[in-house]
């Protein structure tokens, strides 16, 4: 360093005011300022390390219980080739025996099997029922329909599912093979198929999910599938032929018989012509002393909708689904308590009744509806709830559902 340099750096260091010394009140405060902001510290990385170990046992929790999907293809002679199909396996599948009880869920047109756990989040809907004891492990399976509707017009495939799809089920997997042990549901198209199949098979199916079925008592708007899609008309669109399929065609003959399909049937308010249809379907099934529930939330034809309507669903239709041995009044992965769900008030709400509570019409879960005495005819209510598609919906509690008058 240069001598001037030096020179500046010493004057400047001459002319600097001495630091005075600290009173000993005032290290007192200083050391407890330190301390304090150490013990903040301290716990906030406690509270993160607390934070961080409980969601790692959650994620080990969640990947205990967690099944698997697999991909399987059955040959089928009545479409004359392969039929790819998924099926959902609970997580504790390998370990047990079973038998498992089975749903059946039918997609939308044009859609895929996998829509329901890559859109409607199916997997993790079912694995949060199962764990909370909401509903029993469950297999499900889940078939591929391309835009076919589930009627034998292009393709034979109604007839495929029900003499080789669910053959080679009960065949390949630990499920029953009692109506008790079989529930169905879909979506859309998948919603006219179920409720075609409940209606012509009430001895194979217990109970049924409909989530905004396309099930158009008269005709299909202009703008539906159903009209292009060429199962109804050759190539296009006749009228005779969709009635002849649709459910108004099947309705004596499916109150004619002895067994009785509890439905939930549930829609978007946004969604105005399946919303108005799955009202209608609702009001013929009260009308006709036949279970029934029916959900309406906001929003239209999305699968937001039918993700905030899953959860409710799959606690309706599962509740029937009961374990070979079980009481006629047992529903798999029911509480004891006797709950039953009353009367739906005017806001939608679900509110829990105890089953000693007067009731108009008890349903009990295998679908045997007992009237009381005294209880009047059922009217054409139906019940709403304007909720936004992503919130929770309302909890049902098992076995038995309380069906207003």
Known sequence: MKPDAVRRTLQRVSRARPRRPLSRIARIARIARIARIARIAGIAWMGLATALACQTARAEIVAAQT????????????????WRYLVYLPADYEANGGPYPVLYLLHG???DASDWFSAGRLQASVERLIASGAIPPVVIVLPQGGTDWYVDRKEAIETAFFNELVPEVERRFHVGGQRRMRAIGGVSMGG?????????????????????????????????AARY???????GYDPAIWRRLNYPAHWEMF????????????????????????????????????????????????WDVWRALLDE????????????????????????????????PASGVATPAAASAPSPQTVNPAGAATPSAGSSSLLPTRST?????????????????????
Request: with cysteine; charged share 15%; net charge positive.
């Open 109 to 111: 047109n044009n859609g």
């Open 255 to 302: 109150l004619s018989r002895a067994r009785k399909v509890p439905m939930f049937v549930a829609s978007g308010d946004d969604d105005l012509t399946i919303q108005a249809e799955a009202s209608l379907l609702y009001t013929r099934l009260r009308r006709a002393d036949q279970p029934a529930a029916l959900r309406i939330i906001g929003g239209g034809h999305t």
């Open 67 to 82: 099944g698997t999907v697999v991909g399987h293809i059955v040959h089928s002679t009545a479409m004359g080739r392969d």
């Open 192 to 224: 006219f198929g179920a409720l075609r199949y409940a209606m012509g098979h009430p001895d194979m199916f217990c109970s049924a999910m409909l989530l905004s079925p396309a099930i158009y008592a008269v005709d299909p708007p202009t703008t539906s």
């Open 385 to 405: 709830a304007h909720d936004p598609p992503g919130s929770p919906p309302a909890a049902l509690p098992p076995p038995a559902y309380r069906i207003r008058p």
């Open 229 to 235: 899609v060429g199962v109804f008309g050759d190539p």
């Open 313 to 344: 669903g799959l606690r309706y239709t599962l509740a029937c689904l009961r374990p070979p041995g079980s009481g006629p009044g047992h529903a798999a992965g029911a509480s004891a308590s006797g709950m039953a769900l009353a009367a739906r």
